[in-house]
T-cell receptor, first 115, second 113 residues
Framework: GAVVSQHPSRVICKSGTSVKIECRSL??????MFWYRQFPKQSLMLMAT?????????EQGVEKDKFLINHASLTLSTLTVTSAHPEDSSFYIC???????????FGSGTQLSVL | LAKTTQPISMDSYEGQEVNITCSHN???????ITWYQQFPSQGPRFIIQ???TKVTNEVASLFIPADRKSSTLSLPRVSLSDTAVYYC??????????????FGTGTKLQVIP
């Protein structure tokens, strides 16, 4: 089946720095990718929909200037957490849909810890 | 998007069959029902998808009644490694395009030795 690769799996950074998370579809083209955030013992919360070649669509309450999304190619979307603060510490997950399949494939997630 | 309701948690002994039911009263005609499994600190993994009646794969079965307002995920003879959170999603995923999928609360299954 299709594979979505997400890196890094874990990152620890100081408050005020920016962190970039990559999401790649390894063996298929994904015109749309989704970014989620998950706090401990909670469900996944959709943050934004990343569209190749155009601006991302953000969910209500998600700051677009803080969570920068770039989907420059059909196989890569990046999420940059700018000027990260401790409250941004969370588990971030991306997903993508292979048009040949009828399901979403998820990355393995990135645990962000901001000190 | 259809809202889903699942039990928050379930316990089961090893070797038993586990049935997790999901309610989706306002499911639309084009919506499919998809179940995902998530282990701690990992991304969700696809388990099974269906539209109506019964679907079975090597991992689970999915039962969908005629009115499609609910669905039941059946895991045969669970083992400790099946301890995870199970999410029921409803949406027109196969249609592609820019359909977004939102997650409900999920059901935390704890398998007991």
């Amino acid at each position: 089946g299709a594979v979505v690769s997400q890196h890094p799996s874990r990152v620890i950074c100081k408050s005020g720095t920016s962190v970039k998370i990559e999401c790649r579809s390894l063996d298929f083209q994904a015109t749309t990718m989704f970014w989620y955030r998950q706090f401990p013992k909670q469900s996944l919360m959709l943050m934004a929909t990343s569209n190749e070649g155009s601006k991302a669509t953000y969910e209500q309450g998600v700051e677009k200037d803080k969570f920068l999304i770039n989907h420059a190619s059909l196989t890569l979307s990046t999420l940059t957490v700018t000027s990260a603060h401790p409250e941004d510490s969370s588990f971030y997950i991306c997903s993508a849909r292979d048009r040949g399949e009828e399901k979403l494939f998820f990355g393995s997630g990135t645990q962000l810890s901001v000190l | 998007l259809a809202k889903t309701t699942q039990p928050i948690s379930m316990d089961s002994y090893e070797g038993q069959e586990v049935n997790i039911t999901c309610s989706h009263n306002n499911i639309a005609t084009n919506d499919y029902i998809t179940w995902y499994q998530q282990f701690p600190s990992q991304g969700p993994r696809f388990i099974i998808q269906g539209y109506k009646t019964k679907v079975t794969n090597e991992v689970a079965s999915l039962f969908i009644p005629a009115d499609r307002k609910s669905s039941t995920l059946s895991l045969p003879r669970v083992s400790l490694s099946d301890t995870a959170v199970y999410y029921c999603l409803v949406g027109d995923i196969p249609a592609g395009g820019y359909q977004k999928v939102t997650f409900g609360t999920g059901t935390k299954l704890q398998v007991i030795p």
